[in-house]
């Protein structure tokens, strides 16, 4: 058999920044809070095309059918976008926030303990003299995802229920799946405040090179039984209406790895007590590897085209419907942050969904 999919990837809880009204400020020593008038946005993703091949083995008098079915699909999607007046987009919680401070009230040697968020007002009001107005915004943001999914079963099968007009075969067998996913985001500033009670913080300018980035791989590879049904009924000589699902349970390991980097500009302002963050490109990185289980579902409803020919030796199928392929737990968060003058993880467990139709 052979077949092309045209699917798409939703990942749950990828979330990777906020679009949020400058008037609706942080407390600059705690960070990025979820603030008011604020939308969480997510990975964009599009729609990419796939494959699936297979071959399998009928022994006609028993009617046992043994069958290996291999599905590879990659994705990749980019974006941009800029915000409007008055609105800005604060980092998720997934960035190591103390690395991309600029202000710090206690002076230079707390800089990576007790930071504001982000970089640059928008709206021209000051930062430093009155702390609490400091807002954590960029103006710019672009973002990118690459998904790789592969699928492997062998499987065996017989009918259990045949009528004039409806077949039923359970199938049982061992279900492999590895996915690889990678997701960037980078944050810039081009505001530039002015007149002589503002600050010339913008420390993010994209046309001096500046960027601040958050980058996530996942990679999960699992093993495990699988069981499931197939279902076909017809509707006339060639006609069919065809529904397949089936579980797994797999178990293997689950790797992430997330990067923070910072790349600034340096520049002096004009308020008394400000801190400003030396020209120096600073990264986090933390990993993490665990082995567990991950269950699978998949389901499958279309229509179905066949005939036989050949005195009925032989047989062509072609079919056309929506499936719907669902990966608990594949991907783990990892948070690492120094607010608090200590490092924790913060692992979040994410369900990637494929969908579309084969």
Request: charged share 15%; glycine share 8%; net charge neutral.
């Amino acid at each position: 058999m052979g077949a092309a999919v045209y699917e798409q990837v939703r990942v749950q809880g990828g979330d990777i920044a906020l679009l949020q009204d400058a008037g609706a400020r942080s407390n600059p020593l705690l960070g990025v809070q979820f603030p008011q008038n604020a939308t969480t946005i997510q990975f964009p993703e599009d729609l990419s095309w796939g494959f699936k091949i297979g071959v399998g083995y009928r022994d006609l008098i028993s009617d046992w059918t043994a069958q290996i079915r291999y599905n590879y699909f990659k994705s990749v999607t980019n974006g941009s976008l800029e915000s409007g007046y008055n609105f800005g987009f604060a980092p998720s919680y997934y960035v190591n926030r103390a690395i991309f401070s600029i202000y710090s009230p206690t002076g230079p040697s707390n800089s990576y303990t007790n930071a504001v968020t982000a970089s640059v007002p928008i709206t021209g009001l000051p930062v430093g003299a009155n702390a609490s107005n400091a807002n954590i915004l960029f103006q710019n943001m672009e973002m990118g995802t690459s998904s790789i999914v592969n699928n492997f079963n062998v499987t065996l099968e017989r009918p259990s229920l045949v009528t004039q007009n409806l077949e039923v075969t359970p199938f049982y067998g061992v279900n492999t799946t590895i996915i690889t996913r990678r997701q960037l985001a980078v944050f810039t500033n081009d505001y530039s405040p002015t007149g002589t009670t503002q600050q010339a913080s913008n420390f993010y300018p994209s046309s001096l090179g500046a960027f601040f980035q958050n980058y996530q791989k996942y990679t999960w590879w699992g093993v495990g039984p699988l069981a499931g049904v197939h279902t076909s009924f017809k509707m006339g000589d060639m006609f069919a209406l065809y529904g397949d699902a089936f579980g797994s349970l797999t178990y293997g390991q689950c790797s992430s790895r997330a990067s923070t980097f910072s790349k600034r500009v340096s520049q002096q302002g004009s308020l008394t007590g400000a801190l400003f963050s030396p020209y120096t490109p600073v990264e986090a990185v933390m990993e993490q590897r665990m082995f567990q289980f991950s269950p699978e579902v998949n389901f499958q409803l279309g229509i179905r085209f066949e005939d036989r020919f050949d005195n009925d030796s032989k047989q062509v199928r072609v079919n056309i419907g929506y499936e719907a392929a669902y990966y608990f737990l594949v991907m783990k968060t990892v948070v690492n942050d120094t607010q608090v003058c200590r490092i924790w993880s913060s692992i979040v467990g994410n369900i990637a969904r494929l969908q579309g139709s084969s």
